[in-house]
């Protein structure tokens, strides 16, 4: 066990002296978590091999599955990435910093391990205030996977961090809470048509407007488990985002999934389950199960989104042996809550009929 330091900071107005802290960590090949917009990361220095070995060990995540680069200048992505088609030029002006991750081949300065071995690297320049001010300090790319236990809810608050990592890193950078929470939207632009891997932060339409020509991975709105041949991404093949008990996800028609839904409490009640629902403003009263919760307004998908990986942990501590999600509308960030929660469920998905 280390002792993990916790340095909480101002989130519009970090304190230098703290940054200055966590960026000693991490240039001596430390490990530590700090918020982004989206959620929290687990940073290494994305250079050294030993540091981002040690990334790998701390959240056990699976060696094939490489983190995200983060960077704070424009410039440093010639440096990690060998060709930056005029495409990524575009997206830079108009979506960095913020929620989106490109994959671009990447150059010889790039250890094998940060890559997971693959030709490509994932970058992305955060938004976050105290994640700028860290890489900046750092002075070198920092490579962050979500600050969670592999397979968890990634986190979304210090204290989701802790939970999971307390006494397995050196230090959190406590930022407060994240104001996106789902992850960033990873765009591959090693393909023709330029293809989305995985959707969030930064929704399809909005991307679209900016390549009209723009695919999605048949994995991103997947209803079933994906065979490792058709993964283009090596996070499309782990099991994520999975709280203890066992998630039905209902899709359909809102009368449909209403109905479905409270069938689905009454015969899990009639099993000896304690059931957990997780619902929306408009119909959390109509469900009589042991826990109910609300993610927000189902015509707030963004509050749904920052939400949701909060509400999967809480059900946790709350002993509830299955969960039952209602679904919401793939418009905007509703496409990556919706791919979040199919994941989650391990594609155990009720389609509601009228
Ligand atoms: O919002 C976010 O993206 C957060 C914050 C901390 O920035 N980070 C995050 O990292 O979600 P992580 O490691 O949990 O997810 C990275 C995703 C994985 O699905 C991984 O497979 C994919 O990016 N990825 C990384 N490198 C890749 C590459 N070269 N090609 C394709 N996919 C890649
Ligand atoms: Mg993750």
Redesign the pocket.
């Known amino acids: 066990m280390k002792k993990t330091l916790l340095l909480r900071v101002n989130a519009h107005q970090p304190e230098i002296a703290q940054i200055r802290i966590a960026a000693e960590f991490v240039k001596k090949g430390g490990l530590v978590a700090f918020p982004?917009e989206?959620?929290?990361?687990l940073g290494a220095s994305a250079l050294n091999s030993e540091a981002v070995l040690a990334l790998f060990e701390a959240k056990k995540r699976p060696f094939d599955?490489?983190?995200?680069v983060?960077i704070a200048d424009v410039r440093e992505v010639y440096k990690l990435a060998k060709r930056v088609p005029s495409k990524a030029e575009v997206l830079f002006e108009t979506f960095w910093p913020g929620?989106l991750?490109l994959?671009l081949k990447r150059s010889e300065i790039v250890p094998d391990v940060t890559?997971a071995g693959?030709d490509?690297?994932?970058v992305?320049m955060?938004k976050n205030k105290v994640a700028l001010a860290l890489i900046r300090e750092t002075g070198c790319p920092i490579a962050?996977?979500?600050a969670n236990l592999a397979g968890k809810p990634?986190p979304t608050t210090a204290e989701h961090v802790s939970d999971d990592l307390n006494g397995r890193i050196d230090a959190i950078l406590d930022g407060g809470p994240t104001s996106i929470g789902v992850?960033?939207t990873?765009l591959?632009l090693t393909c023709d048509p330029p293809q989305v891997?995985?959707p969030?932060?930064v929704s399809f339409e909005e991307l679209k407007k900016v390549i009209p020509d723009l695919s999605l991975h048949p994995f991103v709105t997947a209803e079933r488990e994906i065979s490792v041949a058709e993964a283009?991404?090596?996070?499309m093949r782990h099991r994520h985002y999975a709280p203890k008990a066992d998630i039905v996800l209902v899709e359909g028609a809102l009368s449909a999934v209403v109905k479905e839904v409270r069938e689905l409490i009454a015969s899990g009640k009639r099993e000896g389950k304690r059931v957990g629902v997780l619902a929306t403003d408009e119909t959390a009263a109509k469900y009589g199960a042991d826990v109910v919760k609300s993610g927000g307004s189902r015509f707030n998908s963004d509050a749904i989104a920052l939400n949701l990986f909060k509400l999967l942990r809480e059900f946790d501590s709350e002993n509830v042996d299955v969960i039952i999600a209602e679904g919401i509308p793939t418009e905007g960030i509703g496409l990556a809550v919706m791919n979040r929660l199919r994941k989650a469920s391990g594609y155990n998905i009720v389609k509601a009929m009228q």
Do not use: K, M
């Open positions: 982004t989206t959620v929290y990361g599955n490489p983190p995200i983060h929620p991750t994959v890559v693959l490509t690297i994932a992305r955060p962050a996977p979500s990634s992850e960033s990873v591959d891997l995985r969030g932060g283009r991404s090596p996070g």
